[in-house]
Each structure stands twice: as C-alpha cells, then as structure tokens.
C-alpha cells in the first residue's frame, strides 16, 4: 500500500523560513519522480516543484529562487525547504508520486504565511 505523509506545516510571518516534508512508503522511493503540489484557499491544485529520481529538479515561476525541493533515498523522504515566504504562500502543500498507472497524494500539511 503506497502512504505519502506531509508534516512540517506551521504559521511563519512573511520573510521566514519553512521546510515541509513528505515520507513515502509502499514503492521503490529511489527510483521515481516526486513532486510538491499546493493549493490556497479557494483555487486549485498548482504543481511548485519536481525533483527526478536523478536529483534533476524543476520549479514553478512563482516560487524560483525561493524554494528548494530534495530528498533523502535512504529515508524516503521529500523535502521542500521555502525560504522568503509570503502571504500568498499561504496554501496547503501536498505530495504526490506517480506508480503503476496511478497517482498518489499524501493529505497535505498547512502552510499559513501572515503578520
């Protein structure tokens, strides 16, 4: 059974810092694609960053140069480190793998961005 678990999520002022995390069990973590969706109140779900099974990673314009997807294959574990946070941040961050013809999404963790 493949399981995707976020934590990490917390209240931070604009300007600071805040690294999310996802645990995967129940595939081979070191050989796929993750990827660190959010989604804000009232919008849809936006795709913010993608790291390869190689390390290789891409971003969404909105948060280049802020944010920094990685991950530990000796943990199974994807990280999204966010840096110079702003109100519009203020979202909530899933992940997501896909395996075997399907698509898993952990139940996400609450980012709140406010003064």
């Known amino acids: 059974q493949v399981q995707l678990v976020e934590s990490g999520g917390d209240f931070v002022q604009p300007g600071g810092s805040l690294t999310v995390s996802c645990k995967v069990s129940?595939?081979?973590?070191?050989?796929?694609?993750m990827s660190w969706y959010r989604q804000a109140p009232g919008k849809g779900r936006d795709l913010v960053a993608r790291i390869a099974w190689t390390g290789a990673a891409d971003y969404a314009d909105f948060v280049q140069d802020r944010f920094t997807i990685s991950r530990d294959n000796t943990k199974n574990i994807v990280y999204l480190q966010m840096n110079s946070l702003r109100p519009e941040d203020t979202a909530v961050y899933y992940c997501?793998?896909?395996?075997?013809?399907?698509?898993?999404w952990g139940q996400g963790t609450q980012v709140l961005v406010s003064s």
């Open positions: 129940g595939l081979t973590f070191s050989t796929n694609a």
């Open positions: 997501a793998v896909g395996w075997r013809m399907a698509e898993y």
